[in-house]
């Protein structure tokens, strides 16, 4: 079956540093990554889509200059916080997409998650 | 905009038994697909069942049946012979269709008694 890494699975980082995490489709081409924000206890909340080669489209209120998301190959996602801060502690998922190469179903697949904490 | 609204914040089974989650969602759109996923203390997101909103017939996977109601906007997931490892956090999820991103309700927690 489709799976999907991330990387790191747990991240501490002192407030005011970046840290990237990446997401990455093994054994498919994801020509479309999402990116979801989960707090404890709540739901997955979508951050921003990007597809391979393009610049990702974020959602209202993500703000973009703090959240870089770079799609720059078929198989590779990454999402950097920067300078980041306690309160973007949280719990980051990827899902990525083959499009229609996975079927009329456009079928997502989760990876694992990446739990950030800042210091 | 689409919105998913699961109204059981908490469910409880005892094993064995059968329980259903309640999801409703709102939309303008005719082609969409419906999902429920199962989120573990391990938090990895797992897919359960699937619905594509084109097709009639309720989808089925093992133990878990979907009830889907295309006219009330309604897509509630039946589990049968309720296991110890069925306990989780269960999202109720919306698909346009396309490749878009998912829109999830708020979750429902389902503990299993034994």
């Known amino acids: 079956g489709a799976v999907v890494s991330q990387h790191p699975s747990r991240v501490i980082c002192k407030s005011g540093t970046s840290v990237k995490i990446e997401c990455r489709s093994l054994?498919?081409?994801?020509?479309?990554m999402f990116w979801y924000r989960q707090f404890p206890k709540q739901s997955l909340m979508l951050m921003a889509t990007?597809?391979?080669?393009?610049?990702?489209?974020?959602e209202q209120g993500v703000e973009k200059d703090k959240f870089l998301i770079n799609h720059a190959s078929l198989t590779l996602s990454t999402l950097t916080v920067t300078s980041a801060h306690p309160e973007d502690s949280s719990f980051y998922i990827c899902?990525?997409?083959?499009?229609?190469?996975?079927?009329?179903?456009?079928?997502?697949?989760f990876g694992p998650g990446t739990r950030l904490t800042v210091t | 905009a689409q919105t998913v609204t699961q109204s059981q914040p908490e469910m409880s089974v005892q094993e064995a038994e059968t329980v259903t989650l309640s999801c409703t969602y709102d939309t303008s759109e005719s082609d969409y697909y419906l999902f429920w996923y199962k989120q573990p203390p391990s938090r990895q997101m797992i897919l359960v069942i699937r619905?594509?909103?084109?097709?009639?017939q309720n989808a089925t996977e093992n133990r878990f049946s979907v009830n889907f109601q295309k006219a009330a906007k309604s897509f509630s997931l039946k589990i049968s012979d309720s296991q110890l490892g069925d306990a989780a956090m269960y999202f109720c999820a919306y698909r346009s269709s396309g490749n878009t991103p998912l829109v999830f309700g708020k979750g429902t927690r389902l503990s299993v008694i034994a």
């Open positions: 990007s597809n391979e080669g393009s610049k990702a489209t974020y």
């Open positions: 619905q594509e909103a084109y097709k009639q």
């Open positions: 054994d498919f081409q994801a020509t479309t």
């Open positions: 899902s990525a997409s083959p499009g229609l190469a996975g079927g009329p179903g456009y079928e997502q697949y």
